[in-house]
């Protein structure tokens, strides 16, 4: 079966999403063009409303890890289309993720996205990211800094 017109557009979206906003150079105005309004980011039983918000932690991220990429590594649609899911790599340095010290360190994460896309917009992402094993890369590399911090 052909994938519907709709399946192909939703995926180009969030491709876009993906290589625009969360790659070199960041265009984070383009949240606003991209999702809707009252936008929702769901990860760990958190929920993050609004576009706002979103670009908000976004920005923060970023400045986190610099050089920050993300290398989508497989994409594809529900069978209606309306949710797209990404399996994908994120990779850059070390600027104080997780309250660290900003050694610019090599850090690398996967992750997988689920995004809901209605009438041409994103509004809902589910995410899950494997956060734990970094955290746990990054506190073997500065065991003192953790260490005092009872960590």
């Known amino acids: 079966m052909m994938p519907s017109p709709s399946t192909l557009s939703n995926e180009t979206l969030v491709l876009r999403f993906w290589q625009q906003v969360w790659n070199p150079p960041y265009h984070l105005e383009l949240i606003d063009e991209l999702l809707h309004e009252d936008f929702v980011m769901s990860s760990d039983g958190q929920h993050l409303q609004g576009r706002a918000a979103f670009a908000e932690q976004t920005r923060a991220f970023q400045e986190r890890i610099q050089n920050l990429s ?22 850059g340095r070390n600027a104080g993720l997780f309250g660290s010290q900003a050694d ?15 009438a041409g917009r994103l509004t809902h992402h589910w995410m899950e990211r494997s956060a734990f094993e970094l955290f746990q890369r990054i506190a073997a590399t500065q065991k003192g800094l953790f260490a005092s911090r009872g960590l």
């Open 104 to 118: 610019q360190l090599t850090v690398e994460l996967s992750a997988i996205s689920i995004m809901e896309v209605k």
């Open 70 to 91: 993300v290398l989508p590594e497989q994409l594809f649609s529900s069978a209606d289309g309306q949710h797209v899911v990404t399996r994908m790599r994120i990779r």
